[in-house]
């Protein structure tokens, strides 16, 4: 029995690699984009450790190449939903009363399993499954899903140590418990280490999970999944079940040990979640707990004292890089009438060289988006502002599905502050600006904090510190992740906890004790060493 009082410390981000030309990295990662685009391989439920076929057959293809098949996958059915379920309560008691310290070591495997021997096979499923290019493929499932596994033992530290004082004839403590039940996760397709961390932190803390993964990132799902396995993951502590999520949605929120909701996602999914869970609440053990990061309407704010090239620089990545299909995207922007001529040319020199196509291509920084509905919603609002009276269309804008979904970066200029791509959230490579008055500054702070029902991240981009922080005061509430000088995109875990509030959802914030001590049931123990053995109190004395 090891009676060690142990602790995990903080630990360092995992580095980044360049995949410059001529690295070794480049050349396996190359090598395993060959291998896996050339191997078309099948994709089963896994519920309690075992492979499931249910004959209800998908496709997983690439974003920039919609012909060209990846994998085939199963899909599950009401029994199968069934099955995760009681696998996952069958193999909850032994996990979650395994030592905490154990759980962790099996999450660090796990991180170096990704770090080193399925680093490429990581990448390169992102990258084709995902439309990702390698720098961001690279971030995400291999840096950022890396972090997540490594950083949250030492947060789980942290809540474990955290306990009250004892005072004369009292010992007190705090057991940090698991849920009582087990915990839906619904993962989305933009970032495979969130699919990581939403298993992840649950399982950390002595969950157990039903795990419905987005379709559209399915191969680099599949393989996290095997890569948990091979840790050492108990059979039935997670259980991967692809699937239609109203199917799943409908088994897993009516079963009474159902205990909480982990989910990324559209804000308008997780607000039915919670309407169905309130109207089933009297059908559960225990009130679940539901953590959601939904959308985002994500702003970027200039002063009149900011650098034109470096706002350039921070609108164009921020919007641009993975085709804008992230949370966090910059997808509006005010800028000051006094910098937006500058402002604007060095934003179309950067997009004359941009290039757009197959992510083989190391040449390319734009991709496809994800999947035709997409592609087909954010031409709409393309096409709209070509149209409109209100906005005009001033870069981009070139929609192409015949191969691969791919939509040009592209910008809008909106006449009215209150113009639909102003307020509405796309998810795409679209990027509307507003340009004000210098003299309005506050009064168009104010408007930016009113356009949008979303608080996801924003930033203030200006050097006159007194600005800056009126600005802070205006958007307070805004966004959860605010940056100043910076774009609004590339959160990192243990150094930028992730998260919104508002629409965009609990603010739980990934990458923190914050999201992990969601995932606790506390219990009090207070036990009295010298117990009393009179009922009278002084005060009743004569």
């Given at each position: 029995?090891?009676?060690?009082?142990?602790?995990?410390?903080e630990?360092?981000?995992?580095?980044?690699?360049?995949?410059?030309?001529?690295?070794?990295?480049?050349r396996l990662?190359?090598?395993?984009?060959?291998?896996?685009?050339?191997?078309?391989?099948?994709?089963?439920?896994?519920?309690?450790?075992?492979?499931?076929?249910?004959?209800?057959?998908?496709?997983?293809?690439?974003p920039?190449?919609?012909?060209?098949?990846?994998?085939?996958?199963?899909?599950?059915?009401?029994?199968?939903?069934?099955?995760?379920?009681?696998?996952?309560?069958?193999?909850?008691?032994?996990?979650?009363?395994?030592?905490?310290?154990?759980?962790?070591s099996?999450?660090?495997?796990?991180?170096?399993?990704?770090?080193?021997?399925?680093?490429?096979?990581?990448?390169?499923?992102?990258?084709?499954?995902?439309?990702?290019?390698a720098?961001?493929a690279?971030?995400?499932?291999?840096c950022?899903?890396?972090?997540?596994?490594?950083?949250?033992?030492?947060?789980a530290?942290?809540?474990?140590?955290?306990?009250?004082?004892?005072?004369?004839e009292?010992?007190?403590?705090?057991?940090?418990?698991?849920?009582?039940?087990?915990?839906?996760?619904?993962?989305?397709?933009?970032?495979?280490?969130?699919?990581?961390?939403?298993?992840?932190?649950?399982?950390l803390?002595?969950?157990?999970?039903?795990?419905?993964?987005?379709?559209t990132?399915?191969?680099?799902?599949?393989?996290?999944?095997?890569?948990?396995?091979?840790?050492?993951?108990?059979?039935?502590?997670?259980?991967?079940?692809?699937?239609?999520?109203?199917?799943?949605?409908?088994?897993?929120?009516?079963?009474?040990?159902?205990?909480?909701?982990?989910?990324?996602?559209?804000?308008?999914?997780?607000?039915?979640?919670?309407?169905?869970?309130?109207?089933?609440?009297?059908?559960?053990?225990?009130?679940?707990?539901?953590?959601g990061?939904?959308?985002?309407?994500?702003?970027?704010?200039?002063?009149?004292?900011?650098?034109?090239?470096?706002?350039a620089?921070?609108?164009?990545?921020?919007?641009?890089?993975?085709?804008?299909?992230?949370?966090?995207?910059?997808?509006?922007?005010?800028?000051?009438?006094?910098?937006?001529?500058?402002t604007?040319?060095?934003?179309?020199?950067?997009l004359?060289?941009?290039?757009?196509?197959?992510?083989?291509?190391?040449?390319?920084?734009?991709?496809?988006?994800?999947?035709?509905?997409?592609f087909?919603?954010?031409?709409?609002?393309?096409?709209?502002?070509?149209?409109?009276?209100d906005?005009?269309v001033?870069a981009?804008?070139?929609?192409?599905?015949?191969?691969?979904?791919?939509?040009?970066?592209?910008?809008?200029?909106?006449?009215?502050?209150?113009?639909?791509?102003?307020?509405?959230?796309?998810?795409?490579?679209?990027?509307?600006?507003?340009?004000?008055?210098?003299?309005?500054?506050?009064?168009?702070?104010?408007?930016?904090?009113e356009?949008?029902?979303?608080?996801?991240?924003?930033?203030?981009?200006?050097y006159?510190?007194?600005?800056?922080?009126?600005?802070?005061?205006?958007?307070?509430?805004?966004a959860?992740?605010?940056?100043i000088?910076?774009?609004?995109?590339?959160?990192?875990?243990?150094?930028?906890?992730?998260?919104?509030?508002?629409?965009?959802?609990?603010?739980?914030?990934?990458?923190?004790?914050?999201?992990?001590?969601?995932?606790?049931?506390?219990?009090?123990?207070?036990?009295?060493?010298?117990?009393?053995?009179?009922?009278?109190?002084?005060?009743?004395?004569?």
């Amino acid at each position: 029995m090891n009676n060690a009082i142990f602790n995990f410390r903080e630990c360092e981000n995992e580095p980044v690699k360049s995949y410059a030309p001529g690295s070794e990295e480049r050349r396996l990662l190359q090598a395993e984009l060959d291998r896996q685009f050339n191997t078309q391989i099948e994709i089963p439920l896994i519920i309690g450790g075992k492979k499931i076929t249910t004959g209800k057959i998908g496709k997983v293809v690439m974003p920039t190449d919609h012909q060209h098949v990846l994998a085939t996958y199963h899909q599950c059915t009401d029994k199968e939903v069934r099955m995760a379920i009681d696998s996952a309560m069958k193999a909850k008691d032994a996990w979650a009363n395994l030592p905490w310290e154990e759980r962790c070591s099996i999450i660090l495997r796990a991180g170096e399993l990704f770090a080193k021997k399925y680093r490429y096979v990581m990448n390169a499923s992102c990258m084709l499954g995902q439309a990702k290019n390698a720098m961001q493929a690279e971030i995400d499932s291999a840096c950022e899903s890396i972090d997540f596994m490594r950083f949250n033992p030492h947060f789980a530290a942290k809540i474990y140590a955290d306990q009250p004082i004892s005072v004369g004839e009292n010992i007190n403590r705090v057991e940090y418990r698991p849920l009582e039940g087990f915990v839906y996760t619904i993962t989305p397709f933009n970032f495979t280490a969130i699919a990581v961390n939403l298993n992840i932190s649950p399982v950390l803390m002595g969950n157990v999970t039903v795990w419905k993964p987005a379709t559209t990132s399915l191969l680099s799902s599949y393989y996290a999944m095997e890569i948990f396995k091979e840790a050492g993951i108990p059979d039935g502590v997670i259980n991967f079940v692809p699937g239609s999520g109203s199917i799943i949605s409908n088994v897993v929120l009516n079963d009474p040990d159902f205990g909480g909701i982990h989910f990324t996602g559209s804000t308008g999914v997780f607000n039915s979640f919670w309407k169905t869970v309130g109207e089933n609440v009297g059908k559960y053990k225990t009130y679940p707990k539901l953590v959601g990061e939904t959308g985002g309407k994500d702003f970027v704010f200039v002063h009149n004292s900011a650098n034109p090239k470096e706002v350039a620089t921070a609108l164009v990545r921020g919007s641009f890089e993975f085709q804008g299909q992230k949370c966090s995207a910059a997808s509006r922007a005010y800028i000051p009438v006094s910098l937006w001529e500058d402002t604007k040319k060095y934003m179309f020199d950067m997009l004359k060289e941009i290039k757009m196509g197959d992510v083989r291509d190391f040449s390319n920084f734009v991709n496809a988006v994800i999947d035709e509905a997409s592609f087909d919603n954010i031409a709409g609002y393309i096409q709209r502002a070509e149209k409109s009276n209100d906005a005009e269309v001033i870069a981009g804008g070139k929609c192409d599905k015949s191969t691969g979904y791919f939509i040009e970066p592209t910008i809008i200029l909106a006449k009215t502050p209150k113009y639909e791509s102003m307020e509405e959230e796309i998810f795409g490579p679209v990027l509307t600006i507003y340009v004000y008055e210098d003299a309005k500054y506050e009064e168009t702070l104010k408007l930016c904090d009113e356009t949008s029902p979303y608080a996801l991240t924003g930033s203030i981009m200006g050097y006159d510190r007194y600005a800056v922080m009126i600005a802070d005061k205006y958007l307070r509430y805004s966004a959860g992740n605010f940056y100043i000088n910076d774009k609004p995109t590339g959160a990192v875990v243990g150094q930028q906890p992730f998260g919104g509030a508002r629409a965009s959802g609990t603010n739980d914030k990934a990458g923190s004790y914050l999201n992990l001590i969601r995932w606790t049931s506390p219990r009090t123990i207070k036990e009295n060493i010298n117990p009393p053995t009179d009922y009278k109190y002084p005060f009743l004395s004569e």
